[in-house]
């Protein structure tokens, strides 16, 4: 018997939705966010639904990343898949948003993987993975002005995230550079099989990283990602 199950990410900049289970995925997709992110994610899921006659009390566990990343899509994701697992007695999981990151394009070469993701003007969020997707490292807030030290040569790195190749020049990283704007769905996919085969669930839960002050909310173009 498959276990199936429902995962989601809105952490960046695109809603990503997959169905599967641990031998086949039947639906997968990604659409760029609007203001209105609550109800795309609604209208979206319930259209998948239909169309495939999905029974949500067969679904034997629930995803969703858990962050770093926007809050509000974080937050509203979590809340739907916690809510569909009371009704339902589901099994809940989180997934990182950097490990997706990570997973998200191919690694030709098998470098040594730096997921970035922006938190706020002068601020990234940083995992270091190897080419086995393995962590390295616990995430962290890395503050651009501070010299950053890696625990690889140049030429056994890749960054992956948003910014990634302005930030490697920012930071004075001659690395090859992968610049997304958010993970993909086969990311997403893999992500959850690996949790399934290693057994290894994450908390749904936020996650936060609160290690610095960043710059004065007033003067931030947007609403900070940091709490």
């Known amino acids: 018997m498959y276990l199936k199950f429902l995962a989601l990410d809105m952490s960046l900049n695109d809603l990503i939705i997959v169905y599967g289970d641990h031998k ?3 639906f997968k997709t990604s659409i760029p966010l609007i203001r209105d992110r609550a109800g795309l994610m609604f209208t979206k899921l319930e259209q998948m639904i239909s169309e495939l006659k999905i029974d949500l009390a067969s679904l034997d566990t629930l995803f969703s990343s858990i962050g770093p990343g926007n ?6 994701s979590l809340s739907l898949v916690k809510g569909l697992a009371i009704s339902n007695n589901t099994k809940l999981a989180g997934l990182s948003s950097l490990e997706l990151l990570s997973r998200s394009f191919v690694n030709k070469n098998n470098k040594n993987i730096c997921s970035f993701i922006k938190a706020s003007p002068d601020f990234y969020y940083l995992e270091v993975y190897n080419n086995l997707y393995n962590s390295l490292s616990t995430p962290k807030l890395i503050n651009t002005k501070e010299k950053i030290k890696l625990p690889f040569p140049d030429s056994e790195m890749i960054f992956v995230g948003n910014d990634a190749k302005k930030l490697s020049k920012e930071l004075k990283f001659n690395v090859e550079t992968i610049t997304l704007a958010s993970p993909t769905p086969d990311s997403l996919y893999s992500l959850v099989i690996d949790a399934i085969n290693k057994n ?9 990283l609160r290690e610095v002050n960043a710059i004065k909310p007033s003067l931030w173009k947007r609403k900070p990602i940091i709490n």
């Open 24 to 26: 086949n995925l039947y």
């Open 71 to 76: 809050f509000n899509g974080i937050r509203i």
């Open 200 to 208: 290894r669930y994450l908390d749904a839960s936020p996650q936060y």
